[in-house]
């Protein structure tokens, strides 16, 4: 199945008739794929760690009776696990592992833990993965438009026959076979999605910094600065996934712009760093690293996120949407 592309027309939701679904963890994917699912009609159990835990109320308010992350697995015939990864393992092993139906699924919205050995499934169960690519809020807008996002699925264990017709009814429901799946290894989603975050996200992110420090530094306006650091590149990014990044750069940019991208764009991405990070992220070194941060409490990562909120970068932000609006 890697690299096959599944579609909306060939997948049915059938295999989920008569079965339960609990959703595990009610945040930033887990409810906006569970409103999703409900709506294809899929019958669902939300399981949430505790009633004090402020998703307990959003699902009640949502409309859901949501109970322990135990009882829902055992009441279920999928369980597809919703939460953050660092304390998976944790959960996984105090309230899923030992209530886990004989022959049903288990299924993943990443494959960090399974692929790193944090979490073994038993052998009795089937193990799969559907991921859909965008953020959850994302996921369910594009469901209400009648459209979807890019999903990744993968099938680890196939104990009952029917696991990739499961993980594929799973994907149909919140919408990402309107658009079309991928099959992929637990592996390829994985360490694909961190690098791309490191490279990808990371690489962007910086590169508008960059360019905004860059320009203030000059003698710029900040808020001149900041409509060219990240504005100019929003108004151009969904032209260039529609149409494709050479037709834009040949046919819908200016001829300035296209000698700028072809010329001097290359000098600004080092191609050895971007093979170092790619190499590091498939040994685990990654994985290792986040995991050792996650253990210590994150303290690197709560000084950064002081380091740029105090920004100049972020300030000017703040100002521009109050000034200049969204458009």
Known sequence: MENQIFLDDAVSLDVLKNKKVAIIGYGIQGRPQALCMRDSGVDLVIGIGSETRPSWQAA???GFTPVSIAEATAAADLVYILLADPPQPAIYYDSIH???KPNSTLAFCHGFNVLYGAIKPPKNVNVVLFVPNGPGHTVRQKYLDGSGIYGAISVEQDVTGNAL???LALAKSVGSLR???????FQQETEGDNFEEQVLYGG????MKATFDTMVAGGYPPHFAYAKAIRSLRTVVDVMDEIGIEEYISNRSSRTCEFAVRTNGPRVVNYDEVQNIFDETERGEFAARWMQEWELGMPRLHRMRRTGAESLMEQTGAEWR???GEG
Do not use: A, Q, R, Y
Request: hydrophobic content about 50%.
């Open 60 to 62: 009640i308010d949502d």
């Open 98 to 100: 030992d209530n886990l």
């Open 165 to 167: 017709d499961m993980v």
């Open 179 to 185: 658009v079309g799946s991928v099959g992929v290894t």
């Open 204 to 207: 962007v992110i910086h590169l």
């Open 322 to 324: 109050e000034k200049f």
